[in-house]
């Protein structure tokens, strides 16, 4: 194999590096771990809401069933009342009448109380409901705001990719296939780096030194090989 082809693939190396960075860089934004935890923040609030949503639906419901129980006893008493006061009844029928409004006066204060109280806990339940909207609302503002970071970023990251692969295609053209193949291999099993330079008697893939008779050894073969590491050596 010619020396020119090695140093051809020691710069298919240097672009393949530059788009290993680019594309771990892409995939480690900080904002996109805020992102995540936005989301997720998003989704426990959101499970917050339908929960005090669906107690103040309940509140609501008793509140309205008891205004309406309240209401159609007003009427009943209203109606005894007005029978009462119109007389013509017998004293038996009268007497009965009027433990009757008594009763039903017993009925609307319990009735009332109980309005009372539910009154009393919409207002915290609506309460409650709205500083969760506003918190989700506030968490929806900050999903947006990452949302666009790191489409940005993402933008000015995948134009630089698409340059680095315009590079590649061109370093690519003068390496033979075999090569490649060993090249890729390698590669996928020493950390994305496949060949090395060599300077000064060390290898620049495992920093380690190549004494004279291992040097002589290494560079003997066609494609020199790391002894340590068994990285393509570029000298
Ligand atoms: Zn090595």
Do not use: N
């Not at 051809?8 to 788009?19: E, F, M, R, S």
């Not at 934004?29 to 989704?43: C, D, F, G, S």
């Not at 090395?196 to 290494?218: K, R, T």
């Amino acid at each position: 194999m010619e020396l020119t082809s090695l140093t051809d693939l020691l710069d298919l190396q240097g672009i393949d590096l530059q788009i290993d960075r680019l594309l771990d860089q892409r995939q480690s934004l900080p904002e996109l771990e805020e992102y995540r935890a936005v989301h997720e923040a998003l989704q426990a609030k959101e499970t917050e809401r339908e929960v005090a949503a669906g107690e103040l639906k309940q509140v609501e419901l008793e509140l309205d069933k008891a205004e309406g129980e309240l209401e159609l006893l007003e009427l009943k008493l209203e109606e005894h009342e007005t029978r009462l006061f119109a007389g013509g009844m017998s004293g038996r029928e009268t007497e009965h009448m009027r433990l009757e409004v008594q009763s039903l006066k017993g009925q609307r204060g319990a009735l009332e109380e109980k309005v009372l109280a539910f009154l009393e806990s919409v207002d915290p339940a609506r309460e409650t409901l709205s500083a969760i909207e506003s918190e989700i609302r506030s968490l929806e503002a900050d999903k947006d705001r990452l949302e666009t970071s790191i489409k940005t970023q993402w933008k000015a990251i995948d134009a630089e990719l698409a340059r680095k692969e315009e590079r590649k295609k061109e370093a690519l053209e003068p390496i033979d296939a075999e090569m490649l193949d060993l090249y890729e291999k390698l590669r996928g099993i020493k950390e994305g780096v496949a060949v090395a330079s060599y300077d000064h008697g060390v290898c620049g893939g495992c920093h380690m030194a190549l004494s004279p008779a291992e040097q002589d050894e290494a560079f003997a073969d066609e494609l020199p090989r790391c002894v340590h590491c068994r990285r393509i050596l570029v000298a």
